[in-house]
Structures are given as structure tokens and as C-alpha cells.
């Protein structure tokens, strides 16, 4: 059986050093297990000094012997123009995307690889698992961050993140990330809604696993409702783009009444430290998101 090549592209920044050299020690190791070629495409989207920094993790790690290593610079801290800088400058027809802040299970590729040798199939997500610090709340433990629960391994999806995915850019009805979502976040979802309405379909592959280290800074109660804010309003945005809100009053009202709703279940479920509680806080704060707008933006 012949395997299609496969390029590999990461987007990192300047901080997150230990992170990047953890993901390409453990790639190499999913490099080795995929039978066909592969490139990794690294795009810095911080200052354009940190490549050499970059190139320095690539030597030091060995990856190259592995594969073949390109560091490209984004012209902006905007994680959708680097995702549009994958797409372009990536050389394979199938591109999987990873974060710097993950690492993948070493069957990664070929699982990927596997579910979407499907002549139906143009997109194949896979689940992230996060591991926290000991100090994390529980609720947030609980939270399904990553929205894995309840998957269906081959089924359809209706949306994935680009944290672990496999895509045939030929596929791909209309190949662009919104570049105003690049600061708030949210610019993979509308990619996602839009092509999918054009008839690109998008499965789910349970095996192909990856994880993520969450960083202490990122597992606190304020940031995880933040983030939760943030989805709601880049969700109504999205919506209101795609002209799925019929009516906005209406729907900023059921917003509030769902968010308000959802708290003393919540609340309860955390007094009886039930596993569920972080859902349930979660989709309050993301509800209170769609009517109330976060000051902080996720990413710049």
C-alpha cells in the first residue's frame, strides 16, 4: 500500500522553548512509525529573532533526521495568517496540524493517516488530552476543554480545532482562515462552518491522540472563564457573519437565560464534587460570552 506524504505544520512563539523541543522529541518517534514522507514546517509567529532560537531546538533534537525541516517567519502575530502561511508554503497535499504546546502518541500519523483514506472524507480531528498542574481546580479538570466527550471515532463532526488534524488542502472549498478572528481566536470554527456548508466533510479519528501540557498561567479559574467568554462571543460573531441569528434579541436573551440557568446546576454539582460540574460552568460562561464581550483578547 502506498502512503501519501504528509507535511507536519506547528506554529509556535517566543516563551514557549521547553514546549516546542518536547513536541519534536516526541514526533520523531511518529515520524519513524509513518511508512511514507513527511516535511515539518515550523512558522514563528513572534519576533522574526526567535528563528534562530527555533533552529537551534530543530539541531539539538534531531528531527532532521527524521524528515525534512523548514522555520518560516509569519509577517504578524496573528495565528490565522500563520495558518494561512502553512496552507501556502506547506509542499504536501495532506497537511496535519499539531500546537507547540502538545505532543502526539507515536501511531499519530498513521492513524490520521488511516481515517481519512476515505474517498468521502477530506478532514480528520482527533482528540487532545490535557494534562494539568496538581493545583488545578477540579472544575476545571472536568471541563471537556478540548470537546472530545461524546465523539464517535469515524463519525461525522460538525467543527474541529487545528490542534490535531489531518486535511486534504485539495479538498478544501474555500482554503483561508479569517485573519479577524487571528487575536480573538475562533478563526479555525469559521473556517470550519464555512467550508463545511460547502460541502467539505470533516471525521473524527479516536486513536490518533495527542496531549498538551496546560501551563499553570492557563489553569486558573479566571483564565478558563475567560476563555469561555471568548468562545461564546466569537460563536455569536460567527453566527451573525453566516446570518444563522434570526433574531439578535432574541437570542441574547436566551443567552442570559441559559447562563443563568446553568450556574446553580453548576453550583450544586461542584458542592457534590461531581465530575460533570466544569461542563456545566462551562456552558454557562460561554453563554454569557455571546452578550458579554471579554476585554482581553486570548492571543496577541
Not at 163 to 192: A, H, M, R, W
Not at 229 to 245: A, D
Not at 257 to 270: D, W
Request: contains cysteine; proline residues 4%; negative net charge.
Amino acid at each position: 500500500m502506498e502512503h501519501s506524504p504528509i507535511s507536519v505544520g506547528v506554529i509556535t512563539i517566543q516563551g514557549r522553548e521547553k514546549a516546542l523541543e518536547k513536541l519534536l522529541t516526541h514526533l520523531k518517534e511518529s515520524l519513524l512509525h509513518y511508512p511514507g514522507k513527511c516535511e515539518l514546517v515550523i512558522c514563528n509567529n513572534s519576533d522574526q529573532s526567535y528563528i534562530s532560537r527555533i533552529e537551534e531546538i530543530v539541531v539539538s533534537t534531531n528531527v532532521r533526521d527524521f524528515c525534512t525541516v523548514r522555520v518560516i517567519q509569519s509577517s504578524e502575530n496573528n495565528i490565522a495568517v500563520a495558518r494561512n502561511l502553512l496552507f501556502k508554503e506547506s509542499t504536501d497535499r495532506l497537511l496535519a496540524f499539531i500546537d507547540d504546546d502538545e505532543y502526539p502518541t507515536e501511531s499519530w500519523l498513521v492513524e490520521l493517516a488511516k481515517a481519512i483514506d476515505n474517498e468521502d472524507t477530506h478532514v480528520v480531528a482527533g482528540p487532545v488530552i490535557a494534562n494539568y498542574p496538581d493545583t488545578t481546580p477540579d472544575w476545571i479538570v472536568n471541563s471537556d476543554l478540548h470537546n472530545t466527550e461524546h465523539r464517535k471515532d469515524g463519525s461525522k463532526i460538525p467543527y474541529a480545532a487545528t490542534c490535531n488534524l489531518l486535511i486534504d488542502k485539495q479538498s478544501v472549498p474555500q482554503p483561508v482562515f479569517d485573519v479577524d478572528y487571528g487575536k480573538s481566536g475562533g478563526s479555525d470554527t469559521e473556517f470550519f462552518i464555512r467550508n463545511i456548508e460547502a460541502g467539505m466533510v470533516v471525521r473524527w479519528a479516536s486513536d490518533a491522540l495527542v496531549y498538551e501540557d496546560v501551563d499553570s498561567s492557563r489553569a486558573n479559574t479566571k483564565f478558563m472563564i475567560r476563555r469561555f467568554m471568548t468562545q461564546g462571543q466569537v460563536f455569536r460573531r460567527i453566527q451573525t457573519l453566516h446570518e444563522k441569528i434570526p433574531n439578535q434579541f432574541l437570542f441574547s436573551v436566551k443567552a442570559w437565560v441559559v447562563g443563568i440557568g446553568c450556574l446553580p446546576i453548576a453550583g450544586t454539582l461542584l458542592i457534590a464534587n461531581r465530575n460533570t460540574s466544569g461542563q456545566w460552568l462551562k456552558r454557562a460562561f460561554f453563554n454569557f460570552g455571546k452578550v458579554i464581550a471579554p476585554t482581553k483578547l486570548l492571543y496577541g
